[in-house]
């Protein structure tokens, strides 16, 4: 009785696993399905380099693309760097389970569930009027960085802590200092499990819109500078849903540039991690 019982709890897990796996696939490609059958047919090489017109119902999003890649440059170039620096301070520098490490990581998970309209009024308030640096792209992309830190520092602190210990000592026997180390074995066998992390980033910040609406602003023409305003492809979807009638086939065809470009970013990370030799790792961390 008891194999019985044990088979039929088995038989019952494996079902509940597969249903909420096959669920979730549904759902991505029942999402993926109904974008691509209401945008693709809008989409053509003009519409991807032409200037916006007549309120986003023609023309193109030439000047949108442009100004998301600028946002999310400004964005990664100022939070990868900050990110990994902490993250290695957390690791290798500060005791783990001190409590000075275990305040910043309370505060981390903290910011991590702050909604992105708060993230946004505190960008405005600091970058655009303290700082003077007025709606622009400089404005959007540091509250982006803001917005993401929590995120990557997280995810490349357990990056680094899931490299086995025993590698760092079969590299200290050897005689390598404690940073060569740390730049010769512990990142390269961390690398996949960080590049994750940045994909996550680059995902939460492509899809942004609550935060570049006071930052950034929506005006849809080519920027000149970092400090012009600038309209990012998220912030162009829900204007044309939300606020232009009949515009909401072109919302649609550019989510559809938006999905692709996400898709994109993946693929190619995946293909530079495997051009240099770097395979994947399963990672766990611990917790305070």
Same mark, same amino acid.
């Given at each position: 009785m008891?194999?019985v019982?044990?088979?039929?709890?088995?038989v019952c897990v494996?079902?509940a696993?597969?249903?909420?796996?096959?669920?979730?696939i549904?759902?991505?490609i029942w999402?993926l399905t109904d974008?691509?059958v209401r945008?693709?047919a809008?989409?053509d090489f003009?519409?991807?380099?032409?200037d916006?017109?007549?309120?986003?119902?023609?023309g193109?999003?030439?000047p949108i693309i442009?100004?998301?890649?600028l946002?999310?440059?400004?964005?990664l170039?100022?939070?990868?760097?900050?990110s990994?620096?902490?993250?290695?301070?957390?690791?290798?520098?500060i005791g783990?389970?001190?409590g000075f490490?275990?305040? $910043?990581?309370?505060?981390?998970d903290v910011l991590?569930?702050v909604?992105?309209?708060v993230f946004?009024?505190?960008?405005?308030?600091?970058?655009a009027?303290?700082?003077?640096?007025?709606?622009?792209?400089l404005?959007?992309?540091?509250t982006?960085?803001c917005m993401v830190?929590?995120?990557?520092?997280?995810?490349s602190e357990q *990056?680094?802590?899931? $490299?086995?210990?025993? /590698?760092? /000592? *079969?590299?200290?026997a050897?005689?390598?200092?404690?940073?060569?180390i740390?730049?010769?074995v512990v990142?390269?066998v961390?690398?996949p499990?960080?590049?994750? %992390?940045?994909?996550?980033s680059?995902g939460r910040?492509?899809?942004e819109?609550?935060?570049?609406?006071?930052?950034?602003g /929506?005006?849809a023409?080519?920027?000149?500078?970092?400090?012009?305003? %600038?309209?990012?492809?998220?912030?162009h979807?829900?204007d044309l849903?939300?606020?232009?009638?009949?515009g909401g086939a @072109?919302?649609?065809?550019? *989510?559809?540039v938006? $999905?692709?470009?996400?898709?994109?970013?993946n693929? *190619?990370?995946?293909?530079?991690l495997?051009?240099?030799?770097? @395979?994947h790792?399963s990672t766990?961390?611990?917790?305070?």
């Amino acid at each position: 009785m008891i194999g019985v019982r044990h088979h039929r709890r088995e038989v019952c897990v494996t079902v509940a696993v597969w249903t909420a796996a096959m669920s979730v696939i549904g759902l991505l490609i029942w999402i993926l399905t109904d974008i691509a059958v209401r945008g693709l047919a809008e989409i053509d090489f003009g519409f991807l380099i032409s200037d916006m017109q007549n309120a986003g119902r023609e023309g193109g999003i030439g000047p949108i693309i442009l100004s998301t890649g600028l946002i999310l440059l400004v964005c990664l170039v100022v939070s990868i760097p900050l990110s990994f620096g902490t993250a290695i301070a957390l690791t290798e520098r500060i005791g783990q389970e001190t409590g000075f490490a275990c305040n $910043v990581r309370r505060s981390l998970d903290v910011l991590a569930g702050v909604p992105s309209i708060v993230f946004g009024l505190f960008g405005n308030a600091f970058f655009a009027i303290t700082l003077g640096l007025g709606y622009s792209i400089l404005s959007g992309g540091l509250t982006l960085a803001c917005m993401v830190l929590p995120i990557l520092i997280r995810t490349s602190e357990q *990056a680094l802590r899931a $490299v086995p210990a025993e /590698y760092q /000592y *079969a590299a200290a026997a050897l005689g390598m200092k404690r940073t060569t180390i740390l730049f010769r074995v512990v990142l390269p066998v961390a690398m996949p499990a960080l590049a994750a %992390g940045v994909v996550l980033s680059i995902g939460r910040a492509l899809a942004e819109t609550a935060a570049l609406l006071f930052t950034s602003g /929506y005006v849809a023409r080519s920027p000149e500078s970092l400090l012009d305003s %600038g309209r990012s492809l998220s912030v162009h979807i829900y204007d044309l849903a939300m606020n232009v009638p009949g515009g909401g086939a @072109r919302a649609y065809a550019t *989510a559809c540039v938006l $999905v692709a470009l996400l898709l994109m970013i993946n693929l *190619a990370t995946a293909f530079l991690l495997r051009m240099t030799g770097v @395979r994947h790792r399963s990672t766990t961390g611990g917790t305070c």
